[in-house]
């Protein structure tokens, strides 16, 4: 059924460890990603969101509260952690602050002005060796990678004109070096300016007639020995007042506030003076500033974890908790967007299942003609990504001559309803997205009933399996090893995993495992007892961090004028003088995302093709489309509406930019397009954050907890 698994199964191949000869670090940094979220509120603990460090444990949270009580939308910050190692490079314990004496250094920069402009994935026309990418995608040609000039393609290195010449794009980094916090000096702010001007005038910014703008990165602060990474405030802007940000991803002259680069510790014995440097690429970890997570209970139904684990190449045995979550988050995925609440929606799928007394044919095997008809029955409804089909609706270019669709098929749309690589190339099957090969295998092991399930699994709902499957997770903490490997997994399942275009946190580097300096299983399961459960386990993941030596060599190398697919391909071999593109430093996992952040989240919404129903949109998971609002809420609370009507409140859902007036932004809505990524620069804190709340109210229909969207124009209220 799926001619991609054999040709993967086929690379797939017993590996030697990059580590494998390498010295195991005896610390280490945990996690080993951060991510921070950025926000208008202030960098203090008490005003902050912290990064999760459990999988699932904010699932069901009724009582959090995303904005500051004047209203302003709350910084996520990410905390990192030292632990002391076995052997084996295994944490073992976080280590004691009163034994020894820690300084924490971090080094961020933001390179999104000095890198190139997102047309699509470069990777895309590039066969690899990962369980992410269908090789059909090359073979069939489904969607060509897009060569991309310079951003800013007016700001010369002279010196590739004339001898000794000026490199003015230099100043294009926001790289503010080193900055150290511990125990005497316990916070600073990341100062960055913008054009970098190296400590004296900046001659690009004097070349416009105006100076280097205060940009700064981000806040670190050290608290009891641990290191509470704080995001910057939104900040983005053009140099020239009068530029609009009339691109989605792509706008010269523009800068803002995200980074990312490493943390590094020192750390000395207080017993013995003993020293012990965290600073190579298997020791120190690596944050990352984001976008702020506009629903962060709701994961995406492809995170970067599976990208991550998809990257490794291995095999899992397979078991229900490898294709359950893939279930769990398409079904919550109706309180973002309409598309997945309405029918056909795979929420309308499950919602009849369960009203037929048939859910529990997604873990029982018996009786088996029942239970395999349910099992193909959901299966059928997803997307193969081998795409071996061109028959699902075209999602129309702005260049289109007419608005019938000519020539574009008549299946119904396949699962998800979301646009994937090829949105640049109209009619390609890869249009839509499809869940990574390696999910695609183990759904259809799941629909040939390979896996195993308790004898006691008794589930009603699919809300009753995922508290079961959230409580495994829980489980896991009790084991003090696997707490820092849980934290990064909870980092990373925050994040969207595939169909990047360019995405809005990390994009399509992360697939491919020359990224890594490690990646590797440590643990194939969550929760062993009479039964496993593994959600394909919990990883080592470092990230090939150049040394400090390579770092001064390769800062600042690009591929010139134009980057390509070829450059890519060229990069992936170990022997190439392009390699350096998968040796990181500061910057170089945000330089690939859209500039200003703004204009890419804001138009990550609905997209328009001729048969409207269900509207598809792009991943709503942390952008949402469709939402609950707050005032449809506090009416379900009033006592003196009418059941029917609180059905209808219940049922109705409003845009989510309509709750901060940015005007509606859908695909190739031209007008409204634009007037929208200019007004999300300014209304990014006013939008919505949708957070779960319990309802309280026995209506038939009505669940007992609802997401809510919170609007940043006023307080948050219980």
């Not at 495994?472 to 995993?497: C, H, I, N, W």
Request: proline share 6%; charged share 25%; hydrophobic share 35%.
């Amino acid at each position: 059924m799926y001619n991609a698994i054999g040709f993967l199964l086929t690379l797939r191949k017993l590996k030697t460890n990059k580590m494998s000869t390498r010295k195991l670090p005896k610390f280490r940094i945990y996690p080993s990603i951060g991510i921070a979220r950025l926000g208008n509120g202030p960098a203090t603990k008490d005003q902050v969101i912290f990064s999760p460090e459990i999988p699932w444990a904010n699932l069901f949270d009724t009582d959090q509260h995303y904005l500051t009580e004047e209203g302003a939308l709350k910084k996520q910050a990410q905390r990192f952690y030292i632990y002391e190692c076995d052997d084996n490079g295994v944490p073992v314990k976080q280590i004691d602050a009163g034994d020894y004496d820690i300084e924490w250094t971090v080094e961020v920069a933001n390179k999104k002005p000095f890198w190139y402009d997102f047309n699509n994935s470069l990777d895309l026309s590039v066969l690899s060796e990962n369980q992410n990418l269908s090789p059909n995608f090359v073979k069939n040609k489904l969607a060509p990678g897009i060569g991309a000039k310079r951003r800013n393609p007016n700001v010369l290195n002279q010196s590739m004109r004339v001898e000794g010449g000026y490199d003015y794009r230099k100043e294009l980094v926001n790289h503010p070096g080193k900055t150290k916090v511990n125990a005497t000096d316990q916070r600073e702010v990341i100062r960055g300016k913008f054009p970098s001007d190296n400590g004296g005038i900046s001659k690009l910014a004097a070349s416009m007639n105006t100076s280097s703008k205060s940009v700064d990165l981000g806040t670190i602060e050290y608290d009891a020995g641990t290191l509470i990474f704080y995001g910057a405030d939104g900040i983005s802007a053009s140099l020239n007042p009068s530029d609009l940000n009339n691109d989605f991803a792509d706008n010269s002259n523009w800068y803002d506030d995200i980074c990312d680069g490493r943390v590094t510790a020192s750390i000395v014995s207080k017993k013995n003076g003993d020293t012990y440097h965290l600073d190579d690429a298997l020791s120190s970890a690596w944050i990352a500033t984001a976008p702020p997570d506009y629903a962060p209970q709701i994961q995406p139904i492809s995170t970067m974890f599976d990208l991550i684990a998809g990257a490794a190449n291995e095999s899992y045995t397979p078991e229900l908790s490898l294709v359950f979550p893939i279930f769990y988050r398409l079904y919550r995925m109706q309180w973002v967007n309409l598309g997945d609440f309405l029918s056909p929606s795979f929420k309308e799928t499950i919602d009849k299942l369960m009203a037929d007394g048939k859910f529990k044919y997604l873990y029982k095997k018996e009786p088996k003609k029942e239970a395999d008809a349910v099992r193909k029955q959901i299966f059928d409804l997803f997307r193969d990504p081998s795409y071996h089909y061109n028959n699902e609706p075209i999602i129309p270019s702005k260049d289109k001559t007419d608005v019938v669709n000519r020539g574009s098929g008549t299946d119904e749309l396949k699962l998800p309803y979301y646009p994937g690589d090829a949105i640049d190339y109209p009619g390609s099957p890869a249009q839509w997205f499809a869940i990574p090969p390696m999910l695609y295998e183990q759904l259809e092991n799941w629909k040939d009933g390979k896996f195993e399930t308790p004898p006691d699994f008794d589930f009603q709902t699919i809300d009753e399996m995922g508290s079961f499957y959230q409580n495994q997770f829980l489980e896991a903490t009790k084991d003090e090893s696997k707490k820092p490997l849980l934290m990064t997994r909870a980092v990373l399942e925050t994040l969207y995993g595939g169909g990047f275009h360019p995405g809005v946190e990390l994009t399509w580097p992360m697939r491919h495992n020359l990224i890594y300096a490690e990646n590797s299983m440590t643990y194939q399961w969550i929760t062993e007892g009479a039964f496993k459960y593994g959600f394909y386990g919990l990883r080592e993941v470092r990230l090939n961090a150049a040394t400090s030596k390579e770092q001064n060599d390769i800062f600042y190398n690009d591929f010139g004028f134009q980057m390509n697919s070829e450059d890519i391909r060229e990069s992936m071999n170990p022997k190439s003088e392009k390699n350096w593109l998968w040796k990181l430093t500061p910057g170089d996992l945000t330089k690939w995302m859209g500039i200003p952040w703004q204009s890419d989240a804001g138009s990550c919404q609905a997209v328009f093709v001729e048969k409207q129903y269900p509207i598809p949109s792009w991943w709503a998971a942390n952008l949402p489309v469709h939402v609950f609002p707050q005032e449809s809420y506090q009416k379900l609370l009033d006592p003196n509406i009418l059941e029917d009507t609180k059905r209808n409140i219940y049922a109705n859902r409003l845009a989510w930019l309509h709750t901060a007036d940015t005007g509606f932004i859908g695909y190739h809505a031209e007008g409204g397009y634009l007037n929208g990524l200019i007004n999300m620069v300014y209304q990014w804190d006013k939008i919505g954050i949708v957070t779960g709340r319990k309802l309280d109210i026995d209506i038939e229909g009505l669940p007992k907890t609802v997401y809510v969207s919170y609007s940043g124009k006023e307080a948050d209220k219980k």
